[in-house]
């Protein structure tokens, strides 16, 4: 279970951590607007650029993220930054940033028997 908060351009994602059964604390933040940034990335820039940005911050490229087209994935311990591309499918380009997710890994226990 998460609570999501929209604001001008901005969501913020509170949900259990480290697990779903723990108290909620803010895990995810999406950003849609250029106003704001992560590392100086944001919304509109470049893919290529943006995704060298994030790795001289020492973040690495998830794995079965190298398609052009897909959300670019990057860990650093267990935070997470996904750089999602727009995906103009007439034109075939994925070349500028539509938004940047922010988070921290958490743990599903939904499925545990007690």
């Known amino acids: 279970m998460s609570y999501d908060y929209y604001g001008d351009g901005i969501q913020w994602i509170f949900s259990g951590y480290p697990h779903d059964e723990c108290p909620c ?8 607007s250029s106003k ?3 590392f100086d990335v944001k919304p509109g820039d470049d893919v290529s650029s943006s995704m060298e940005i994030i790795e001289n911050q020492g973040f690495e490229l998830a794995k079965g993220n190298e398609q052009e087209w897909s959300d670019k994935v990057y860990a650093k311990g267990d935070l997470y930054i996904t750089i999602m591309p727009i995906h103009d ?10 938004a940047i ?13 007690y």
């Open 89 to 98: 499918y007439d034109k075939e380009d994925y070349s500028k940033v539509e």
């Open 101 to 113: 997710e922010i988070g921290v890994r958490t743990f599903y226990l939904g499925n545990r028997i």
């Open 25 to 32: 604390f803010l895990t995810e933040i999406k950003v849609f």
């Open 36 to 38: 704001y940034h992560v």
